[in-house]
């Protein structure tokens, strides 16, 4: 009698319950790559690194199966692998995971970029491979595009999208790490005149040279060889991986555009979005190595001098530009004409005739007010010779050309006066991005935009958070007189905010006994566990998302399995009912509806977690 | 027989020399050189004065002194009784803060029977008038009829019956932030079509100082006439903050006490948008959370709705 075969291994409830993150990389590894390496990934989440023989011990499942996955999963990046001295440890990695939670961005924004679907369909053969080699690529196409293909990849190359693969890519960085620290500390002998600490720190210094030494990208002459007919193009030997950083730059430059579209204006925003898209491939990555490895900048002092060096080559001279750099930038159809009006004169007002009322208007709330005063009204500067200067500086005058350098001038200095740090003026009519304080102040307004569209029932919530942050520790009286807000009110505006752990409740006894009547309550706001809260939460919004589709398939999947019939495809009409028609038009609409969804919960993920 | 009929000349003279200055204390060596008396013959009179109840005694800088009551004061007194009088003393004494019912019966030491029927009584004459305190909201507190509260008792301006008026805050604050909004925009809220502005986005130049500070937000509601309540700048200064806290305002930087709109405000108001526009079209424009007039088509039919933000903390 053959031995009976125990039933596959699932996912264990774990996956879900253990944390946010565990729930997302499974479900999205259950969509995109099946239970197995789902359940090894879910499983590699669980117990961190593990060798291949502990993974099959620990997923319950055949040693053989676990190594044919790994092949798949070290390919695609979602799991790296280190060879220590005994054993070949596998460990997860999120970035393979998120190029395919971002796949149908990245694609599309390719598509959109280059107008044109041979390098989208370049982008999605690397994404959906791991990495490829050009050759290979040419191999399986027509020939005949072959001199066309071969231009999109260097294009796709020299803008950063691609990048050449290397071993570095396939090892965890804190492995890395730790061996170029041991490396770089047994270089440094130990010696009677440098004490400890300070070998430490030259060691650290060595190995950060080192690390970023081995993590740079080759540069173009190293990928690129002569080509009899084409010039250069890329050694069609070299492997090309998607490069997830690059793309994040993309996403933060759309975010940031829609921040300035809602903090200065449209068309301010459109001239920020021609610097952000020409800066993208110039400016530094988002996530800078040293800030993946655990427990590098836990110092004050070294995160201090980090983050100072960070905003140093922000700075730097190639990120630096002008508002004629931007006019090369714009796009053609672009007016700015009269848009920076100027300021109306004091002095020139006209005045409202003594004993004439004044029209009133009626508010909103219908209490009486007095129409704009004329102050609002532009004054032609024209007409003041002392201000000449300011005319055409300010562009008024010329109302032919529809952008012009004071124009686009004008509008930089407006992003630089704002209170959201969108440009820093360096020198006189020279500008940078301050990525860094600006993305904490676009964390600190999406996070605020989010509440505000949850905490609908209770609008003045945010305004008693804004005040909590402004008094850092504050008490219930001084909050209510602060916000103009009842104190029998008080309680409903914060309950929401507390049970959503944004807020912290702090007690001072006032009595020795320690009464609770008789106790202050004090009120404060912590921002990075809030905002690692939300960011959890949102995780698991978009696990929720992708569940959700694979749940309603495996409802319909009799259905779904019929529709994608061989003989039943392209002949739906004829060979499906009315019901399941119209039930199969439900499940698309739903499922585009939930992946619209997931995007979009992902967006604010990208902006709170990710920049 | 009035008060001042049975009164000695000496005693006649030197209530009117008091009177003159009808709120200060008087020391002993005052009066005495004022009616150049000494003390012997001085007392008699103070005497007087005092059982008719047109003085009444105090302590300034630790010493004895008194202080003049007016005729009219004095004889509302002399009608009372003598718990009356005790009680209305220490409530005239409490000035426009006024004193509590509790706090009275302790400073007189009377049962609390006699003390509401004292205050009933006195009440009823309306020489004295409860009223509620914002700070102590369940006391019963009492002041002079004829004397306002002060700012402490009432609130200042933002209450009303000693409860926030956030109505009337409200529509102050809406005021507030439309005139801040139509200093700091050219053409924020546009009607009609003007060729003096682009139609897209009109903003004052980077250097533009024409933000108004709070003692012009003040100017403006006084010269509209929007309320009778006297306001000051420490309110409008407490409107405009709470509107930055709405993130409707923000705070001018490098400048004292000056407020510009936000462009988000202005656009969560409905302005900011050309003529004509349907904010509400369908917008082939990436999702952004600050987009207020996003459109999400909703889908009854779909199971999958929405999610919630504190899912994962209800697991």
């Not at chain 1, 939670?101 to 369909?121: C, F, H, R, T």
């Not at chain 2, 024409?210 to 309540?229: A, K, R, Y």
Request: contains cysteine.
């Amino acid at each position: 009698m053959p031995p009976l075969k125990a039933a596959p291994p699932s996912i264990p409830v774990s996956a879900k319950s253990q944390s946010p993150r565990s729930f997302l990389y499974t479900t999205l590894a259950q969509t995109h790559l099946g239970e197995r390496a789902a359940l090894i990934i879910s499983t590699l989440i669980s117990f961190g690194r593990l060798s291949a023989r502990e993974l099959a011990q620990k997923s319950r499942l055949p040693v053989s199966v676990v190594k044919t996955s790994l092949v798949s999963l070290v390919q695609l990046q979602c799991v790296l692998y280190w060879k220590a001295d005994t054993a070949t440890y596998y460990c997860f990695h999120e970035e393979g995971l998120d190029k395919l939670l971002y796949s149908g961005d990245i694609v599309s924004m390719i598509e959109g970029k280059y107008n044109d679907g041979v390098s989208a369909e370049i982008v999605q053969n690397v994404l959906s491979m791991g990495h490829l080699r050009v050759g290979d690529y040419l191999s399986t196409g027509d020939k005949k595009l072959q001199i066309e293909i071969q231009k999109k990849f260097s294009t796709l190359f020299q803008d950063g999208y691609l990048i050449p693969l290397r071993s570095i890519h396939f090892s965890p960085i804190n492995d890395v790490w730790l061996r170029t620290m041991k490396i770089a500390k047994d270089s440094l002998p130990f010696s009677a005149t440098i004490s400890e600490t300070k070998r430490l720190a030259e060691a650290t210094k060595i190995a950060k040279d080192k690390l970023l030494e081995l993590l740079e990208t080759p540069k173009a002459m190293e990928v690129f060889v002569s080509h009899n007919a084409l010039g250069k193009v890329i050694n069609p030997d070299l492997p090309l991986t998607f490069n997830l950083a690059r793309f994040q730059k993309s996403l933060r430059t759309e975010s940031l555009v829609s921040f300035a579209t809602a903090r200065v204006g449209s068309l301010t925003s459109q001239v920020y979005k021609a610097i952000l898209s020409h800066l993208e491939k110039l400016s530094p990555d988002i996530q800078h190595p040293f800030q993946k490895i655990p427990g590098l900048l836990t110092d004050p002092d070294d995160l201090r001098h980090f983050t100072y060096s960070r905003e140093e080559k922000e700075t730097a001279k190639w990120l630096t530009f002008n508002a004629n750099d931007v006019m090369k930038q714009l796009p053609k159809t672009i007016d700015l004409r009269k848009s920076i009006v100027s300021a109306p004169i004091s002095g020139k007002r006209p005045r409202v005739k003594e004993g004439k009322q004044a029209k009133r208007v009626k508010t909103e709330y219908g209490a009486a007010m007095p129409p704009a005063t004329p102050q609002s009204e532009p004054y032609n500067l024209s007409e003041n010779d002392d201000d000449e200067e300011c005319v055409s500086q300010n562009g008024y005058v010329d109302t032919t050309v529809l952008v012009s350098a004071s124009l686009v001038q004008s509008h930089l200095k407006l992003m630089s006066s704002n209170s959201v740090p969108f440009l820093l003026e360096t020198t006189p009519g020279n500008f940078v991005i301050p990525f860094n304080k600006l993305t904490a102040s676009l964390k600190q307004f999406t996070y605020d935009a989010l509440l505000q569209g949850t905490l609908t029932e209770n609008p003045a919530s945010l305004r008693i958070l804004r005040c909590i942050r402004e008094f850092r520790l504050v008490e219930e009286k001084q909050l209510c007189a602060a916000a103009l807000i009842k104190e029998k009110d008080f309680r409903s505006c914060v309950v929401p905010l507390m049970r959503l752990n944004i807020i912290e409740v702090q007690e001072v006894p006032r009595s020795v006994d320690r009464s609770a009547a008789r106790a202050v309550y004090l009120y404060r706001f912590k921002s990075e566990l809030t905002m690692e809260l939300i960011s959890n939460s949102l995780m698991y919004n978009i696990g929720q998302l992708l569940e959700g589709i694979q749940d309603m398939k495996r409802n319909n999947a009799i259905l779904l399995d019929k529709a994608n019939r061989d003989d039943v495809k392209g002949k739906e009409e004829e060979l499906l009912l009315a019901s399941e028609l119209s039930e199969l038009k439900n499940l698309q609409s739903s499922e585009v509806n939930s992946i619209a969804l997931a995007n979009r919960v992902r967006s604010l993920f990208d902006v709170l977690h990710v920049f | 027989m009035s008060t001042k009929e049975a009164l000695s000349v000496l005693a006649e003279t030197l209530h009117a020399h008091m009177l003159e200055e009808d709120s200060r204390f008087f020391k002993l060596e005052e009066l005495q050189t004022a009616m150049a008396l000494d003390s012997s013959r001085l007392l008699p009179v103070l005497q007087e004065l005092m059982n008719k109840n047109l003085i009444k005694p105090g302590k300034s800088d630790g010493q004895i002194s008194f202080q003049a009551v007016s005729l009219v004061e004095a004889e509302k007194v002399g009608g009372m009784t003598k718990d009356e009088a005790m009680i209305y003393s220490h409530i005239q004494g409490s000035g426009r803060e006024g004193i509590w019912t509790k706090a009275i019966k302790a400073k007189t030491n009377l049962h609390q029977h006699i003390v509401l029927r004292c205050l009933k009584a006195l009440e009823n004459q309306r020489y004295i008038k409860a009223i509620k305190s914002v700070k102590h909201p369940t006391r019963k507190i009492y002041m002079l009829y004829n004397l306002q509260p002060s700012v402490e008792v009432t609130g200042g301006p933002w209450f009303t019956d000693s409860e926030l008026d956030t109505e009337f805050i409200d529509s102050l604050m809406s005021i507030v932030w439309r005139f801040v909004a139509s200093k700091t925009f050219p053409n924020a809220f546009p009607t009609e079509h003007k060729p003096e502005y682009n139609h897209t986005q009109s903003s004052y130049p980077a250097h533009y100082n024409g933000f108004p500070n709070v003692s012009e937000i003040l100017d403006f509601i006084i010269s509209s006439q929007i309320t009778n309540v006297e306001l000051t700048t420490t309110d409008i200064r407490s409107l405009c903050n709470v509107l930055v806290y709405d993130d409707k305002l923000e705070k001018v930087s490098h400048r004292v006490d000056q407020y510009k709109a936000t462009w988000h405000s202005i656009l969560a108001a409905g302005g900011g948008l050309p003529v004509g526009t349907d904010p509400y079209a369908v917008q082939e424009v990436p999702f952004s959370i600050f987009n207020l007039h996003a459109v999400v088509p909703s889908n009854a039919e779909s199971e999958i709705e929405g999610v919630y933000l504190d899912s994962w903390m209800e697991t």
